[in-house]
């Protein structure tokens, strides 16, 4: 069973608008999630977290948001650039045990 | 630039034919993974080392091995691949665990003909 979904497989925003990435999970005991991004032919790097103590957590250009009672979190991107054209992977856990990856979300942000 | 380092990029092997794939890294990280990603599904975790502390995950098939001979390196072997282990092999490093954040290498893509 996936216990974080991505259930967007592709997103497409145009250059400076806000892009959304969406993640959920079904374990209500994690307690960290991650996002990564993922460019072709590297391996994923690390984006940004947040911990279940919180609902927001910002790093320049992007925000991610937690909503533990719906049990989702959200990456937003804004401005968007063509740099961020990647696959976005969210993950989630408990402290002291394996983190659970999504599918991913490939996000193209056209010119 | 420290990093993690996984060699070759690409593998092809035959069906049935043992295979290793390596990973390296000189983040001087405590922790090293290995993850399997096939088309289109999440890195699943086959297994992770904390220091010399072997840690292998309960659905982890038998056919799949690792050894950690000192903290740089890590190695995948593959008993007897089968058709259903062509995937990316993804091998990761963390500070310390819980892996908060894991920083990984390129991934070996895994052929098996």
């Known amino acids: 069973d996936q216990q974080v979904k991505q259930n967007s497989p592709s997103l497409s925003v145009q250059e400076g608008r806000i892009s959304i990435l969406n993640c959920d999970y079904t374990n209500s005991m994690f307690d960290y999630f991650l996002w990564y991004k993922k460019y072709p032919a590297e391996g994923p790097t690390f984006l940004i977290s947040i911990s279940s103590i919180k609902d927001k957590n910002e790093d320049g250009r992007f925000t991610v948001f937690l909503n533990k009672s719906a049990k989702h979190l959200s990456l937003h991107i804004v401005p968007s650039q063509p740099g961020d054209s990647a696959v976005y992977f969210c993950a989630a856990g408990n402290t002291g045990n394996q983190f659970y990856f999504g599918t991913g979300t490939s996000l193209t942000v056209i010119p | 630039d420290a990093m993690v380092i996984q060699n070759p990029r690409y593998q092809v092997t035959q069906f049935g034919k043992p295979v290793t794939l390596s990973c390296s890294q000189t983040l001087n990280h405590n922790v090293m993974y290995w993850y399997q990603q096939k088309s289109s599904q999440a890195p699943k975790l086959l297994f992770h080392?904390?220091?010399?502390?072997?840690?292998n995950e309960a659905d982890t098939p038998d056919n799949f091995q690792s050894r950690r001979p000192n903290t740089s390196f890590c190695f995948l072997d593959i008993r007897s691949p089968g058709l259903g282990d062509a995937a990316m092999y993804l091998c990761?490093?963390?500070?310390?665990?819980?892996?908060?954040?894991?920083?990984f290498g390129p991934g070996t893509r895994l052929t098996v003909t």
């Open positions: 080392y904390y220091d010399k502390d072997f840690n």
């Open positions: 990761a490093t963390s500070r310390d665990r819980p892996s908060y954040e894991q920083y």
